[in-house]
């Protein structure tokens, strides 16, 4: 109840964490089980809320039997790539104001194609094919490629840039780039601003698509938290609010106005947060703290949002 209060008062966008990915939907050859995304649609419907669509495909939640038939048959899997597409897309068309189609392709550090079973099987082809299918299901929606780190290692956001720029070449309809931004505290916001800088220049909309930011550190995988603080202070809690702030802003100078797809958080309490759970981590990340006060992250963010901007 009171968790809904905080959402519908603060939130005019949302992006499901989980229950509008691949193994949620394609649960078993066959069938598509759109349950749990008619679901979010009716939530963000009754509130006046924007849906964003996360994640068309992403090997992280590619079920199992799509692994398999890969194997046996790679002509089968693209098959199966359209019709999904086609199917979940088009359900949804004018519905879902935009898409991450596909969700990190680039290798966790330093670039490169991720050799998931997409690759694998189709070459990076897949990628193109994935955003083609998208647009003729929806025209209109908005459609981006997403991935993480690329506020922090160049390398990587010069790699997934240089791939942006070969499908615009090709005539691809990719129309988004999604910054994830799970950032850390020692992530410098010279750092940040840079790669803001770089991926405005693209033309494509941008989206802070899956906001935190931590003390802590972790090695990327799951279960690889590690712990270098035990406890928030007053003075961690005022650092956040200041890296909300600059986070705000640098998003509101560098990325053009026209070109702001929005600021989406990867939970808003600190109870909530995916960290604690994934990386095995004890960390505030969010701009609620467990008992769904605002913490001066949340004030911080707000200034930085509203602050006047000289023209
Ligand atoms: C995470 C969810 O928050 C967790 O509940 C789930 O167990 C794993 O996925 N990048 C993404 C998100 O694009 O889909 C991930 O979400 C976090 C990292």
Redesign the pocket.
């Known amino acids: 109840e009171a968790m809904l209060a905080v959402h519908q008062r603060h939130f005019n966008s949302v992006t499901a964490?989980?229950a509008m990915?691949m193994h949620y939907i394609a649960k078993e050859p066959g069938v598509f089980d759109f349950a749990s995304a008619d679901a979010m649609l009716a939530f963000t419907r009754e509130r006046g809320q924007r849906l964003f669509g996360?994640?068309l495909i992403?090997h992280?939640?590619t079920p199992e039997w799509v692994e398999r038939l890969a194997e046996r048959d790679p002509a089968a899997l693209d098959a199966f790539m359209r019709d999904y597409i086609y199917s979940y897309v088009g359900r949804y068309q004018g519905k879902v104001a935009g898409w991450?189609v596909v969700?990190?392709a680039m290798n966790t550090a330093g670039g490169g194609y991720r050799e998931t079973v997409w690759y694998k099987t189709l070459g990076r082809e897949y990628i193109a094919k994935a955003f083609s299918y998208a647009h003729e299901a929806d025209p209109a929606a908005v459609l981006f490629y997403?991935d993480?780190n690329l506020e922090r290692d160049a390398e990587k956001l010069d790699s997934a840039l240089e791939m942006i720029a070969d499908l615009k070449e090709q005539g691809v309809p990719i129309s988004g780039l999604g910054f994830?931004m799970?950032i850390r505290m020692d992530v410098p916001d010279e750092v940040i601003a840079q790669a803001l800088r770089k991926g405005a220049a693209t033309g494509l909309q941008i989206h802070l698509s899956?906001v935190d930011i931590i003390f802590n550190t972790h090695g990327d995988t799951r279960g690889g938290g590690v712990q270098l603080y035990d406890e928030l202070t007053d003075d961690m809690r005022r650092q956040q609010a200041e890296k909300y702030r600059k986070l705000a802003m640098m998003y509101r100078t560098i990325v053009p106005e026209q070109q702001q797809f929005g600021i989406t958080f990867?939970?808003f309490d600190d109870g909530g947060s995916?960290i604690r759970?994934?990386f095995e981590l004890n960390d505030w990340p969010c701009l609620f703290d467990g008992n769904l006060e605002p913490k001066p992250a949340y004030f911080g963010f707000r200034d930085g949002l509203t602050a006047k901007l000289e023209d």
Request: overall charge negative; glycine content about 10%; cysteine-free.
């Open positions: 964490e989980d990915k996360h994640t992403w992280s939640a991450d969700n990190e997403n993480f994830q799970h899956e990867w939970g995916w759970g994934f």
